[in-house]
Structure formats: C-alpha cells, structure tokens
C-alpha cells in the first residue's frame, strides 16, 4: 500500500522561502512522475508542479519562477522548493503520483495528510 507523508509546511511572511518534502512508500515512485498539489480554502485542489521520472519539470504559470521541483529517487522522496512566497501560496500541499494521458492527469494513489502552507503579508 502507498503512503504518502508531507513535510516542511509552516508559516511565513510574504517573500520567503519553505521547502517542502514528500516521502513515498512503495514502488509507485519510482515508476512515476510526481507531483505537488495545493489545495486553498474552499478551493478545489490543483496541480502545481511535476517532475518526471526523467527529471522533466513542469509548473503553473502562478508559481514558476518561483517554485522548483526535484526528486531523489534513492530515498523516495520528492521536495518543492518554494521562494518569494506571496499570500495567494496559503493552502495545504499534497504530493502525489501523476497520471497523465492526452493532456488530462489525475492522481494514482490515495492522499496524505498534507502540510499547511501559511502566507502572511
């Protein structure tokens, strides 16, 4: 079974920096591209950023620039790095596997708890 664990959330003022981690049990990271989540409140959850198993990276426009993706497969973990925060950042992060066919994707395994991410101005 696939357990997803988040970490590094917080609070922070507008203009810095949080690293997030994300650590996957199981042999559906290695096999797949992963990706981050955010979900604000009364907010749907969107995809922000992925990153394949080839490192392909790819963001929404809101974040890029500012927020970086990367992945060790050797501890299963995928981080996203997050600069220059601003107030519309506040929401909770996810991590997940990412499927993904004729431009749609959706998640493939079951959420974690997630890591609030706090934006003061």
């Known amino acids: 079974q696939v357990q997803l664990v988040e970490s590094g959330g917080g609070l922070v003022q507008a203009g810095g920096s949080l690293r997030l981690s994300c650590a996957a049990s199981?042999?559906?990271?290695?096999?797949?591209?992963m990706g981050w989540y955010r979900q604000a409140p009364g907010k749907q959850r969107d995809l922000v950023a992925t990153?394949?198993?080839?490192?392909?990276?790819n963001f929404v426009d809101s974040v890029k620039g500012r927020f970086t993706i990367s992945r060790d497969n050797a501890k299963n973990t995928v981080y996203l790095q997050m600069n220059s925060l601003k107030p519309e950042d506040t929401a909770v992060y996810y991590c997940?596997?990412?499927?993904?066919?004729?431009?749609?994707?959706?998640?493939?395994?079951?959420w974690g708890q997630g890591t609030q991410v706090t934006v003061s101005s």
């Open positions: 990153i394949s198993t080839g490192a392909t990276t």
């Open positions: 199981g042999s559906i990271f290695s096999k797949n591209t």
């Open positions: 997940n596997a990412v499927g993904s066919r004729y431009g749609s994707t959706w998640p493939l395994a079951s």
